[in-house]
């Protein structure tokens, strides 16, 4: 995650803090309204300009210094500001990320600053088209600006300059991995820098040598020399410094598992650069916090963190950032088993490594390339030097060949020596030329050397194209996959769609068993409640037929009556109410004792008929109270009314057993029922009314529900009975459980 700065070159006046420096521009500022010479108003807003690219830059107000600049420039022809102003343009633009925009001014400045031989104009465009083509991965290129800046620096023993050109050449070196020539262009870079007491040149390069000790993991190293940036930074006051190193020390605690340590100071830069709204450094922040929470095994807040640096990324088109959080996101992902989500984050940190191998690949050519025409230029350089100086020797013996014809004395002599002196001229030059023939041969194997790499390059090609052919293969088995998931989907839709049907099924049957429900309150209320009203209106009606004792008879009989109803319908009330979200039966031990008492209570004021109840064994069951209740009930409701106009109207209720079965019974000795009366107990289908066979149709469904077989016999004109046969009860227990296991 560590960075290598580039330098932009930018004239800077020196000061120790801040504050000194906005001073200057303020009184710049009051100066300038009085200065009438329009080519001095241009200097002074060029230099108020570098002034607001400080320590802690002010891009608004430098490009607005610059624009005025130029404008005056432009109406004057002034062409040193126009190079200037123009130059400043392009470090605003690179300073926004428009790096295109940036390089086409730096070059329309150096044109200029060319036309009218303006040295320092033609440096800094040199050093910052450098640092362009070094963003572009062109390092052959960079570097030939870079050399080109570090001649003319020397030549012109501009320190400034030749200390930045120093650091840049450091970076190509980072970027060749040759890190021991990056540490000594580095170090140079920083003893000028320290000469001259340019503070930011000293921390940037006190960063880079960190940047390089950390990739070797000296880490001892690296966190004295970002340590040594942070008291600068402290030390002029950069907000933005100070929060690059706190990440930079973050980072050194990182990789030495220091996580405590480590939050604390991804915190400090991140609040520093929330303040600044520094996008680029908040998503670094983000993401060496969310790597502290990965190694905690803290999964919730990692993927918290690594997301918001994620997005910020991407925005920022940061593909280093976006690949390294996408592979956090798959490591988060999979320890919180989200499977699906690890597989999509692990799909596009292959798809951006992908597209930063091809960037890799762009840069080992351009190294190779640039390696080749490294050692070729210093080659000629050094060569070009030697014909100089030797050159320079010739025409001074030349000279003093033409003064000694001029000396009469002594001139044969002098013509000797200086014959000699020439032959020896002559000869020395013959051995350059030959060196140089020599030189030239090693062109020649340089150039073979030349071939070998475009052949290199070549084979790098071949492997891209067949890294290219298996991404297509991929994506084809993507596509299957995908094909594959959409199979299984619109099949998982079918069977969902299936569990539809049946839940309406279920629906559709849940409501007509509440209306049946509302059936059985109408038909249980309805036979006590016409008791009571006929009971009633003899009272009314005709209490004069009535003597004193069958009136008290009749009111005690009808007192007993309406307080059997009212706990029957306490009974029936209480049993809708457990069923009005759930109308299924619930099952328990029930002693058949207590359902006899409770129809004999419900039908006491049933005067004419004789109930008899027999339980000898005090027999039990195993099924829902309720359901049995209204199924006894409603068998003994019918019972009476087929005895209407019967001598010695009977019902007989029994209890018994058989073979592990437990059985009761009603029998009436009324006129006996047809096939076609009963065909409501045994036909779902049967259409029926109120007052016709809603009584057995309510029954049939009962028993089903309680899982009670009912088998009838009648005689015309004997009588009917009805036997209702139940399993034993440790039967009835494990069917229940079976039953409940289905529901």
Not at 417 to 444: A, G, P
Not at 627 to 638: A, E, F, S
Request: hydrophobic share 35%; charged share 25%.
């Amino acid at each position: 995650m560590k960075k290598i700065l580039f330098f932009l070159l930018v004239p800077m006046i020196t000061f120790s803090q801040k504050k000194v420096g906005q001073a200057l521009i303020d009184s710049l500022l009051i100066e300038l309204p009085k200065i009438k010479n329009q080519t001095q108003k241009v200097d002074e807003l060029i230099k108020i300009a570098g002034l607001n690219f400080g320590v802690n830059p002010n891009l608004p107000k430098m490009l607005e210094y610059t624009n005025q600049a130029l404008e005056i420039a432009k109406t004057i022809n002034y062409k040193n500001g126009l190079a200037t102003g123009f130059r400043f343009q392009g470090v605003i633009s690179n300073s926004l990320g428009k790096t295109k925009e940036a390089e086409l001014l730096f070059k329309k400045s150096l044109l200029i600053a060319e036309d009218i031989a303006d040295k320092k104009n033609i440096m800094a465009n040199l050093s910052n088209l450098g640092v362009i083509n070094s963003q572009y991965f062109k390092y052959p290129d960079a570097l030939n600006y870079f050399q080109k800046a570090l001649r003319i620096a020397e030549k012109e023993k501009r320190n400034d300059v030749f200390a930045n050109a120093s650091g840049n050449m450091g970076v190509i070196y980072a970027e060749l991995k040759n890190n021991d020539k990056a540490i000594e262009f580095f170090q140079k870079a920083l003893d000028v820098h320290t000469l001259i007491k340019n503070p930011i040149g000293i921390v940037a390069n006190l960063a880079n040598l960190g940047n390089i000790y950390l990739d070797k993991k000296e880490f001892s190293k690296a966190l004295d020399y970002y340590e040594k940036a942070l008291a600068k930074n402290i030390e002029i006051n950069s907000e933005a410094g100070i929060a690059r190193e706190y990440g930079h020390l973050a980072s050194v605690y990182t990789e030495t598992n220091q996580s405590e340590k480590a939050f604390e100071y991804f915190n400090k830069a991140l609040k520093i650069n929330e303040k600044l709204n520094y996008n680029k450094g908040i998503a670094y922040n983000y993401q060496g916090i969310g790597q502290n929470y990965i190694k905690k095994n803290d999964f919730v807040n990692a993927l918290k963190f690594t997301q918001k640096s994620n997005k910020i990324a991407q925005n920022l088109k940061d593909l280093e950032t976006q690949k390294q959080t996408f592979s956090d996101l798959k490591i988060i992902y999979e320890n919180l088993n989200k499977n699906d989500s690890a597989y999509i984050n692990f799909k596009k940190f292959i798809e951006i490594k992908d597209e930063l191998e091809n960037e890799n690949t762009k840069k080992q050519i351009s190294r190779l390339e640039i390696q080749y025409e490294f050692d070729t230029k210093e080659e000629k350089y050094k060569v070009q030097e030697l014909l100089s100086f030797e050159k320079l020797n010739q025409q001074k013996l030349t000279l003093a060949l033409s003064n000694s014809q001029l000396n009469e004395s002594n001139v044969q002599r002098d013509l000797i020596n200086l014959n000699f002196l020439k032959t020896q001229s002559d000869l020395k030059t013959e051995q350059l030329e030959k060196k140089s023939q020599t030189k030239e041969l090693s062109n020649v194997r340089k150039e073979i050397e030349l071939q070998d790499t475009k052949l290199k390059i070549n084979k790098l090609s071949l492997e891209a194209n067949q890294k290219q052919k298996w991404l297509l293969f991929s994506g084809l088995g993507f596509l299957a996959i995908i094909g594959g998931l959409l199979f299984y989907q619109s099949r998982k839709r079918k069977l969902t769609n299936q569990k539809l049907e049946t839940l309406n099924q279920n629906l559709d049957q849940a409501n007509k068993t509440k209306t049946r429900f509302f059936n059985i309150l109408n038909h249980d209320l309805r036979s006590p409640v016409a008791n009571l009203i006929d009971f009633l209106h003899i009272q009314k009606n005709s209490p004069d037929l009535l003597d004193e004792t069958t009136k008290n008879r009749i009111q005690e009989t009808t007192l007993t009556s309406a307080e059997n109803l009212l706990h029957s319908m306490e009974d029936i009330l209480l049993w809708s109410k457990g069923q009005m979200q759930n109308f299924k039966p619930e099952f328990k031990k029930v002693l058949i004792t207590d359902l006899f008492e409770a129809t004999k209570n419900h039908f006491a004021s049933e005067e004419n008929v004789s109930i008899i109840f027999e339980n000898i064994k005090n027999l039990e069951l195993f099924t829902d109270e309720n359901y049995l209740k209204t199924i006894i009930r409603n068998l003994t409701g019918n019972a009476i009314k087929s005895l209407q106009k019967i001598e010695n109207p009977t019902i007989i209720w029994k209890s018994f057993s058989d073979n592990n079965q437990t059985f009761l019974s009603i029998t009436d000795n009324g006129k006996g029922v047809t096939n076609n009366q009963l065909k409501a107990l045994y036909d779902e289908n049967e259409v029926v009314g109120i007052k016709t066979g809603l009584g057995l149709h309510l029954i049939r469904d009962l028993a089903k529900a309680i899982d009670c077989e009912i088998e009838v016999d009648s005689k015309i004109g004997e009588g009917t009975t009805f036997i209702l046969k139940f399993n034993d009860l440790q039967d009835s227990e494990t069917n229940f459980n079976k039953f409940s296991s289905r529901v």
